[in-house]
């Protein structure tokens, strides 16, 4: 079945770029999202990206999809305080269009 | 603001005790999902309905859980009889499939405890 690793947890000072790595192993994603879930709430979708982009910009989020590697990450630049939250990568399958989460990266703002 | 709507938001119930927690979709929205969160197991899919029909339920337990989409505005996840390893945060998410894009939204969760 489908499979999406992401590393557990990161920490960066306020003001520096974070970058969390995601891993999927289905070769049919379709589309791949990242989703924001702050402590006691939903998941909020933050942006995603069609297999076949490489690169999806959108403000202070950088999107950057490796297909050949199965790999995405989420560049998040001058990080700040609120930024602070567990960011989940997800993929949709192309076969039963169900969508799979990874664990979820929890990323811890320095202030 | 179309959300998607979870019923209860918190739950906390004897062990044995029937838990029913409902979802309303975005209206308009034609698929359905049931994901569980748990700190050890992280988050799981439970079920996924399109055209409220039952797509796959492989990640629910099929003994003491069922999931239903009695219409198109109410989806509903029971368990019977609970048990503590239960204890979680149950989210419902809807989405508009297409055949291309499914962005999915999820609600604020149900947070069930069972003593």
């Known amino acids: 079945g489908e499979d999406v690793e992401q590393s557990l947890f990161l920490s960066v000072r306020e003001g520096d770029s974070s970058v969390i790595n995601c891993t999927y192993t289905?070769?049919?994603?379709?589309?791949l999202y990242w989703y924001k879930q702050e402590p006691g709430a939903g998941l909020q979708l933050l942006t995603y990206?069609?297999?076949?982009?490489d690169m999806k910009q959108d403000q202070r989020l950088t999107v950057l999809l490796n297909k050949k590697d199965k790999h995405l990450s989420l560049r998040i630049a001058d990080t700040q305080t609120g930024d602070s939250a567990i960011y989940f990568c997800?993929?949709?399958?192309?076969?039963?269009?169900?969508?799979?989460f990874g664990t979820g990266t929890k990323l811890q703002v320095i202030p | 603001d179309a959300r998607v709507t979870q019923t209860p938001r918190h739950k906390v119930t004897e062990m044995g005790q029937e838990v029913t927690m409902r979802c309303q979709p975005i209206?308009?929205?034609?698929?359905v999902f049931w994901y569980r969160q748990t700190m050890m197991q992280g988050l799981e899919l439970l079920a996924y309905?399109?055209?409220?029909?039952?797509?796959?339920d492989s990640g629910m337990p099929k003994d003491r859980f069922s999931a239903e989409m009695p219409d198109a505005t109410l989806a509903t996840l029971k368990i019977q009889p609970s048990e503590p390893r239960d204890s979680a945060v149950y989210f419902c998410?809807?989405?508009?499939?297409?055949?291309?894009?499914?962005?999915?939204?999820f609600g604020e969760g149900s947070w069930l405890t069972v003593v």
């Open positions: 998410a809807s989405g508009l499939d297409q055949g291309g894009g499914n962005t999915i939204y």
């Open positions: 997800a993929e949709k399958d192309g076969g039963y269009q169900k969508v799979t």
């Open positions: 209206l308009g929205h034609n698929t």
């Open positions: 289905d070769s049919s994603s379709t589309y």
């Open positions: 309905f399109r055209n409220r029909a039952p797509l796959d």
């Open positions: 990206i069609f297999s076949n982009m």
